[in-house]
């Protein structure tokens, strides 16, 4: 009986540690979320992938991962963030990323533009979003496109 009890609280007490335990994503996803400071939500792997899913029915896609921008009306090339802030300083921006496991982030625009190098080290591509408003994509060889939806 006793040994019964034991396992049992074993049990519980592994499955209160895996409850418990914060997923890892990386050194470079940790230094991302330093860097963004104390206003940023990482949302939930579960979340993110609902979010995933409703980032890709909304915005076009071509096969290989880039936005399809012909299929975007009204959209142009900017050489750095810094020439959007009049229009997104305000702005809540989502944070998606092409490649890995990396969770979404929900954060100011500002906190954005202080993080961008550590932003953009996550992940080859990366996708900052105003749901229904805006779409800009970070390609990895530079080039940065803003969209208006």
């Known amino acids: 009986m006793e040994n019964n009890e034991r396992k049992k609280r074993l049990e519980l007490l592994l499955e209160r540690q895996k409850v418990n335990q914060k997923p890892e994503y990386g050194p470079l996803f ?47 090339t900017i050489h750095n963030l810094k020439e ?38 996550v992940s080859s591509d990366t996708f900052l979003y105003v749901p229904k408003k805006y779409v800009i994509e970070v390609y990895h060889e530079g080039e940065i496109t803003l969209g208006y939806l």
């Not at 940790?30 to 939500?41: H, M, P």
């Not at 915005?59 to 009204?74: A, C, G, L």
């Not at 906190?111 to 080290?121: D, P, Q, T, W, Y």
């Open 30 to 76: 940790e230094e991302c979320i330093e860097a963004l400071g104390d206003e940023v939500i990482v949302y939930s792997d579960s979340k993110s992938k609902e979010f995933y899913d409703l980032f890709q029915q909304q915005i076009p896609f071509t096969k290989w991962s880039r936005i399809d921008w012909s299929k975007i009306n009204k959209y142009k």
């Open 84 to 121: 959007v802030t009049d229009i997104l300083y305000q702005e809540n921006i989502e944070v998606y990323w092409s490649y890995g496991n990396s969770p979404v982030l929900k954060t100011k625009f500002v906190n954005i533009i202080g993080a961008f190098e550590e932003l953009v080290a």
